[in-house]
């Protein structure tokens, strides 16, 4: 499956380091997500954008900045991070986030961050 | 917000059925989702579901939706041990009351054991 990579597959980073986590998807896809998977907690939405433009965020602490430069692609910049924050990142990408035709969201492999 | 509950755990015997069950709470769902995690990789998705559809079956997986007890099931026929995974149930719900755009809200997930 390569509709949705992400880059890097796993990362080992120090507090005080800083970071990029990046998603491309190849789907013609408008929407992006971040989704954030714990050991033993639910999934968790990050950020959503929608034609580029941001349109969720869930509370998300400032050391995770989105970026999104087109619909293609979409990057989490990491900075000052907490050893809590150490899981496995998902992407995801779906059409356009519109709820009337069923917007099926397709994920990447994720990237498992380690913060030591 | 949505509620999607599964169970954790499910065991079964190589070449026997497995059924993993799932419920919400919103009405106003739209399509139900079935992805899968094998370990260390992204989810997958397998099967969806339209809410004014009861059942739906594609090769060996066969789902279920019972809409008026906010019921949806994931039976896997002759189940192998190549389908040991976590089984994530998701929902797709309006955001918020009369938004076009739409969350994807996820169950913790069932793990399934599959015994040769």
């Known amino acids: 499956e390569t509709g949705v990579t992400q880059t890097p597959r796993h990362l080992v980073m120090g507090m005080t380091n800083k970071k990029s986590l990046k998603c491309e998807q190849h789907?013609?896809?408008?929407?992006m997500y971040w989704y954030k998977q714990s050991a033993k907690k639910p999934l968790e939405l990050m950020f959503v954008y929608n034609f580029k433009e941001q349109t969720e965020n869930n509370s998300v602490p400032s050391r995770f900045s989105p970026e999104c430069p087109n619909s293609s692609h979409l990057f989490l910049h990491l900075h000052t991070l907490q050893p809590e924050d150490s899981a496995l990142y998902l992407c995801a990408s779906s059409q356009d986030n519109q709820i009337r035709v069923g917007d099926t969201q397709y994920f990447g492999p994720g990237t498992r961050l380690t913060v030591l | 917000g949505e509620d999607v509950e599964q169970s954790l755990f499910l065991s079964v015997r190589e070449g026997d059925s497995s059924v993993i069950n799932c419920t919400y709470t919103d009405s106003s769902s739209t399509y139900l989702y079935w992805y899968k995690q094998e370990p260390g990789a992204g989810l997958q998705l397998l099967t969806y579901i339209f809410s004014n559809m009861d059942m739906k079956q594609d090769q060996r997986l066969t789902v279920l939706l019972n809409k008026k007890d906010k019921h949806l099931s994931l039976r896997i026929a002759d189940t192998q041990t190549g389908d040991s995974a976590i089984y994530f149930c998701a929902v797709l719900t309006p955001r918020d009351r009369g938004s076009t755009l739409g969350r994807l809200y996820f169950g913790r997930g069932t793990q399934l054991t599959v015994w040769p």
């Open positions: 789907l013609g896809h408008n929407a």
